[in-house]
């Protein structure tokens, strides 16, 4: 008997009340018969299975991890750019976890943290030579097979990292309250609970070269996480019937986010401390306030989305992501999509192209101090209005290591910039014998389409970027682009000093990509000499005339280059 009819039988016995204890084990004997007897038909079930692969997908959109210490790391990086640092080559040990209580993948914390540090000033670069034999992972076994046979060479790095989370006291402190009420027809129960762990990282910072610990270069932090929780039963009785209620509510603060800080903050210390440089201004930042992230979630909760949007679009705005007048921008343009894209990808975000909260929030992070009273406080706008604020001072530039006014929330958009450096072993070098390579490096204010052009001495101007190895123009923001690319196995060209005289690099950004707009000269293949230019000056005015002043932004790196100087043999040969 199918399941329908058994169930059409069951539903018409129920009105009639015919439901006899003879019907009763007929149909009991019907069901089973059915359900072991014969099989379910999967077809059956195929519009039901059909939603599976749509069920199984998160629902909220994936983000970026950003701690406390994210801010600091870039304050880091550009300090360490301003230092002139040359690229140091450093590596680290299995961090391990003796208390067995927190597994985390800490020692690719510590490599992420050090390449948030290495985005814009190149200083380190991680090398990873551990090779574990037991391990059956590519990589690995094919660095064992080319080690053993002489086919690779591992760079040594100067520096390596070494540490452990040396602890965690779990439940330091606790609290809970029960209470409970009990009568002839209702119980009642109330509870709540509170409780704290310690969880503490021990790291060092060791000369690879004679594998010893550098005194001094060492950090001990601890961090507190909690749990809590609260919850409530009520139980009574309605005439015969029982009835059962209960709710609760918890938080769990988990160890990962905890250790990410933990090791950022080392790793911040360690690398400031090696480095000589002031390194506690980026641990002063008002991001690193603990309550920072739960503040900006308040203020994006008391607004409604249409402030929210027009307050981000103002942040864009004097950011030069949009035009000035963008905010009557509709929220589905696609123009505010990429503005948000692009913002996105220069803050180092998920890119979605909607304003969400953690848009929200890195829009706005910049234009919040904190007050006399300790407390963090809104610079220049409000939460239920998009419409600017008096504000009694600017915040600090938190993007670098020194206190710097920047323009207040809903200020005009600062120009786009092209920090352009020679990035030899001396840096800022201003003279190059003839045949000596040069290194440049270019970084962008936002991200933006760059192409860069050589003049040398002999009057011959090519294009360097982009090339065929090279053919995307695009660049992010605060992400330094090499020229050449000296740790690339495939950098596309080298550049040398050629002959003694003047030589130079000109870099030219736009929003778009503009190639098709200038003549058809500088639309030829890269590397190559072009035809009737010699001079970087005149690049930029094919530039301006195609462009327009406000269209492009551009900026040259010059350098002298000097015969070469005889070998010390051939000097005393005369």
């Known amino acids: 008997m199918p399941s329908t009819t058994i169930a059409g039988a069951v ?145 040594r790095p100067a520096l390596y990292l070494s540490g452990a989370i040396a602890f965690v006291d779990q439940n330091v402190i606790n609290n809970r309250f029960d209470a409970g009420l009990s009568g002839p027809r209702i119980d009642l129960g109330y509870s709540k609970n509170r409780n704290a762990t310690i969880i503490g990282l021990e790291m060092h910072l060791g000369d690879f070269r004679t594998r010893t610990l550098i005194p001094g270069l060492d950090s001990a932090n601890e961090v507190i996480v909690g749990t809590g929780g609260q919850g409530l039963d009520l139980a009574g009785r309605i005439g015969t019937y029982g009835v059962q209620f209960n709710v609760g509510r918890d938080y769990t603060q988990g160890a990962g986010s905890a250790v990410r ?188 389409y760059l192409s860069c052009y050589l003049a040398d001495a002999r009057g011959t101007v090519i294009r360097l970027l982009p090339n065929s190895a090279n053919p995307s123009g695009w660049v992010s923001a605060n992400q330094a682009v090499r020229i050449p690319d000296w740790m690339s196995p495939n950098p596309g060209f080298i550049m040398d000093a050629a002959a003694p005289g003047t030589e130079g690099v000109a870099c030219f950004a736009t929003d778009e990509d503009r190639q098709a707009q200038l003549p058809e000269a500088l639309r030829g293949p890269a590397l190559k000499p072009i035809t009737g230019y010699n001079r970087l000056e005149q690049i930029n005015q094919v530039f301006a005339q195609a462009l327009g002043a406000d269209g492009y932004t551009g900026n040259a790196k010059y350098w002298q280059v000097v015969p070469r100087r005889p070998a010390p043999a051939q000097q005393a040969s005369k």
Request: aromatic share 6%.
């Open 261 to 448: 800080t933990l090791v950022e903050l080392a790793t911040i210390e360690l690398i400031g401390k090696w480095a000589r440089i002031p390194y506690w201004q980026c641990l002063t930042l008002e991001q690193t306030h603990p309550d920072f992230q739960r503040q900006l979630r308040d203020w994006y909760d008391e607004g409604d989305s249409v402030v929210q949007h027009q307050l981000v679009k103002r942040s864009l705005i004097s950011r030069g992501y949009l035009s000035a007048g963008a905010e009557q921008l509709p929220d589905n343009s696609p123009m505010l999509r990429l503005a948000v894209a692009r913002f996105q990808t220069d803050q180092g975000m998920v890119v979605s192209g909607v304003i969400d909260f953690t848009t929200y929030e890195r829009a706005l992070r910049n234009f919040v101090t904190l007050g006399t009273d300790g407390k963090l406080a809104r610079v220049g706008w409000a939460t239920t209005s998009a419409t600017p604020v008096a504000a009694a001072a600017p915040p600090d530039d938190t993007t670098s290591g020194t206190p710097a006014t920047r323009l207040a929330y809903g200020a005009a958009a600062p120009a786009r910039t092209i920090d352009m450096q020679i990035e030899n072993i001396m840096l800022e070098r201003t003279a190059f014998e003839v045949g000596e390579q040069i290194f440049l490096s270019a970084t962008l204010s936002r991200t933006s």
């Open 11 to 155: 539903a018409r016995l129920l009105k009639l009340g015919r439901f006899r204890s003879g019907t009763l084990l007929a149909l009991a004997g019907a069901v089973w018969v059915t359900g072991c007897s014969t099989p379910m038909d999967a077809r059956n079930d195929a519009a039901f299975q059909n939603q599976a692969s749509i069920s199984d997908r998160p629902v909220v959109r994936p983000t970026r991890s950003i701690s406390s210490f994210s801010d600091s790391l870039q304050c880091m990086d550009v300090m360490l750019r301003d230092a002139q640092l040359p690229t140091t080559l450093i590596t680290s040990k299995q961090i391990p976890d003796y208390s067995s209580r927190v597994s985390v993948a800490t020692k690719d914390m510590v490599i992420t943290a050090i390449s948030q540090m290495s985005r814009l000033s190149n200083a380190f670069r991680f090398v990873d030579y551990e090779v574990d034999i037991a391990r059956q992972d590519t990589v690995q076994n094919l660095t064992t097979i080319l080690l053993n046979n002489n086919q690779m060479q591992l760079q």
